[in-house]
T-cell receptor, first 114, second 112 residues
Framework: SAVISQKPSRDICQRGTSLTIQCQVD?????MFWYRQQPGQSLTLIAT?????????ESGFVIDKFPISRPNLTFSTLTVSNMSPEDSSIYLC???????????FGQGTRLTVV | KQEVTQIPAALSVPEGENLVLNCSFT??????LQWFRQDPGKGLTSLLL?????REQTSGRLNASLDKSSGRSTLYIAASQPGDSATYLC???????????FGKGTRLHILP
């Protein structure tokens, strides 16, 4: 299994500011996934981050709003830029195991924008 | 486009009962199906993974089955306990490096 540490666990931010979320994995992984879970909803993929290349964004998500870094095989960051109350969600980092590709998730970052 | 549906959306049962949660998916060309548990405001905990070549997986009081051809999976919880109260999510993917697509979940409440 993979252990994922995500920081911060929660934050309350002012609109117009930016927040960077960190995701650290205890093993090397090729791909890391960033999801958003809006209140009362299921998870939606924001982007897939590969080490050494630009992230691949899903429809409806753009790099200017959600820039992602992937400097090595164990770490990634997601920035939520120019935040508005609509960005209030839980943001989750995920990886897949190397053997059976089971998906593992961090504990999430609960973001509230006021 | 793959769509995952979970029924029921919410379920309340007395403690001790056995129960079944249902998941269906529209595209049978899946690689893995995975069941997760999510407690309020928290991340996801993986419960069971069923690879496309498998029919079922068991862990303790949990048993998940997969009928790939009909696009269905069930999660069976035996002798339910109040600590089982959580949202249960079903998710599938197309290949080992692909994203996973989630259902909307079943919110389970076990009554003491």
């Amino acid at each position: 299994s993979a252990v994922i540490s995500q920081k911060p666990s929660r934050d309350i931010c002012q609109r117009g500011t930016s927040l960077t979320i960190q995701c650290q994995v205890d093993s090397q992984v090729t791909m890391m996934f960033w999801y958003r879970q809006q209140p009362g909803q299921s998870l939606t993929l924001i982007a897939t981050a590969n080490q050494g290349s630009e992230a691949t964004y899903e429809s409806g998500f753009v790099i200017d709003k959600f820039p992602i870094s992937r400097p090595n095989l164990t770490f990634s960051t997601l920035t939520v830029s120019n935040m508005s109350p609509e960005d209030s969600s839980i943001y989750l980092c995920s990886v897949k195991g190397q053997l059976n590709t089971e998906a593992f998730f961090g504990q999430g970052t609960r973001l509230t924008v006021v | 486009k793959q769509e995952v549906t979970q029924i029921p959306a919410a379920l309340s049962v007395p403690e001790g009962e056995n129960l079944v949660l249902n998941c269906s998916f529209t595209d049978s060309a899946i690689y893995n199906l995975q069941w997760f548990r999510q407690d309020p405001g928290k991340g996801l905990t993986s419960l069971l993974l069923i690879q496309s070549s498998q029919r079922e997986q068991t862990s303790g009081r949990l048993n998940a089955s997969l009928d790939k051809s009909s696009g269905r999976s069930t999660l069976y919880i035996a002798a339910s306990q109040p600590g089982d109260s959580a949202t249960y999510l079903c998710a599938v993917d197309r290949n080992r490096d692909d994203k996973i697509i989630f259902g909307k979940g079943t919110r389970l409440h076990i009554l003491p």
